[in-house]
């Protein structure tokens, strides 16, 4: 069974430039999320989808980062525009309706913003 | 809030146990979880319990859960030097599906 599928896996660019990121989650897994994992640091939460609902995303900067999950599968987490602060792993995971509601890792992208 | 906090290293021998604490504040968690996550990968579930259990063990693991301190603990038996990875310990509270994270210990296993 394929994991959870992050793209790019590195990406440089200039501050102020736009940038997305790419999800495939475990295929059937309804639950959703993007973390920001700065070094150092664990994963923090920007949002969760259950199939192609956000159903919390109060920790993400709506000015400039934005998410879409079309017809409940992939999902694209975009900024724009990025600012220096911004460099950071993001992760991307799922989970289905297991017990203990593991969530599935995919391997993140690490942004570096210049 | 919720916080979860973890000491930021830990070094043992190869051969030794290993002891990876943690202490979180929510005292509606439901579940407590241990991820490894190794260099340019994303986490991996090693573990987890249940809040209404004291202790866990799978094959080299034991989780012990002290939940009037809120204190949480790993114990990886015959550490090897693939154990070497950064652990953290996580918590999901009643209040919602949010799960939250410490900032990880990183774990040295020396030869």
């Known amino acids: 069974e394929a994991g959870v599928v992050q793209s790019p896996r590195y990406k440089i660019i200039e501050k102020k430039q736009p940038v997305a990121f790419w999800c495939n989650p475990i295929?059937?897994?309804?639950?959703l999320y993007w973390y920001l994992q700065n070094l150092g640091q664990g994963p923090e939460l920007l949002i969760r989808y259950e199939n192609e609902e956000a159903v919390d995303d109060s920790q993400l900067p709506k000015d400039r980062f934005s998410a879409e999950r079309l017809k409940g599968v992939d999902s694209t987490l975009k900024i724009q525009p990025a600012e220096l602060g911004d460099s950071a792993v993001y992760l991307c995971a799922s989970s289905g309706y297991l017990e203990g509601d593991e969530q599935f890792f995919g391997p993140g992208t690490r942004l570096t913003v210049l | 809030g919720e916080d979860v906090e973890q000491s930021l290293f830990l070094s043992v021998r190869e051969g030794d146990s290993s002891v990876i604490n943690c202490t979180y504040t929510d005292s509606s968690s439901t579940y407590l979880y241990w991820y490894k996550q190794e260099p340019g990968a994303g986490l991996q579930l090693l573990t987890y319990i249940f809040s209404n259990m004291d202790m866990k063990q799978d094959q080299r693991l034991t989780v012990l859960l002290n939940k009037k301190d809120k204190h949480l603990s790993l114990r990886i038996a015959d550490t090897q030097t693939g154990d070497s990875a950064i652990y953290f310990c996580a918590e999901k509270g009643t209040g919602g599906f949010k799960t939250i994270f410490g900032a990880g210990t990183r774990l040295f296993v020396k030869a």
């Open positions: 295929s059937g897994h309804n639950t």
